[in-house]
């Protein structure tokens, strides 16, 4: 079965410009997650989907970042102007309900020049 | 949330049992324990979970005593492979986890 699939594996863009990660869970996990990781440092949740309804972005900076789940599938996480310190690991996980262990891709690793 | 603490890092040598010890204070009633592994340019992967006494599955053993002030994640016989990141975290219905620094440990030859 595959896993959580991430893409790009690796983005690199300059400060302002726009970038955006795809994400496709575990076929049948109605749960999934944003979380951003800094070098050295734990994953930080971004927000959290049950199915297509985002149930806790409250870690979301929605001033430049946004993020939707069309479908209750797939999900894509987009940041506008990107800067500086945006510069992390982005990872998406999926769940089979918010109660189950979490199943994590490989992740996309941003560079803002 | 409770609150995880565990040791920035570890080393062991190839062969050795390693046990990293966290501690949660403020667990709540309801709470799990449970344990994720993270090798250099991937997500987190999920070890084990319990609530009290002791878990084992095929990677590790999970040993929580009875007030669940703690837990030790025991991985017998480590190998260079077992080099990583571990997270030990609570996990509260459906609140997402909140992951802290984890403890690094390195395993030598």
């Known amino acids: 079965e595959a896993g959580v699939v991430q893409s790009p594996r690796y983005k690199i863009i300059e400060k302002k410009q726009p970038v955006a990660f795809w994400c496709n869970p575990i076929s049948g996990h109605n749960t999934l997650y944003w979380y951003l990781q800094n070098l050295g440092q734990g994953p930080e949740l971004l927000i959290r989907y049950e199915n297509e309804e985002a149930v806790d972005d409250s870690q979301l900076p929605k001033d430049r970042f946004s993020a939707e789940r069309l479908k209750g599938v797939d999900s894509t996480l987009k940041i506008q102007p990107a800067e500086l310190g945006d510069s992390a690991v982005y990872l998406c996980?999926?769940?089979?309900?918010?109660?189950?262990?979490?199943?994590f891709g490989s992740g996309t690793q941003l560079s803002v020049l | 949330l409770a609150k995880t603490t565990q040791p920035i890092s570890m080393d062991s040598y190839e062969g050795q049992e390693v046990n990293i010890t966290c501690s949660h204070n403020?667990?709540?009633?309801?709470?799990?324990i449970t344990w994720y592994q993270q090798f250099p340019s991937q997500g987190p992967r999920f070890i084990i979970q319990g609530y009290k006494t002791k878990v084992t599955n095929e990677v590790a053993s999970l040993f929580i005593p009875a007030d669940r002030k703690s837990s030790t994640l025991s991985l017998p016989r480590v190998s260079l492979s077992d080099t990583a990141v571990y997270y030990c975290l609570v996990k509260r219905g459906n609140t997402p986890l909140v992951f802290g620094k984890g403890t690094r440990l390195s395993v030598i030859a």
């Open positions: 403020n667990i709540a009633t309801n709470d799990y």
């Open positions: 996980a999926s769940s089979l309900d918010p109660v189950s262990k979490l199943f």
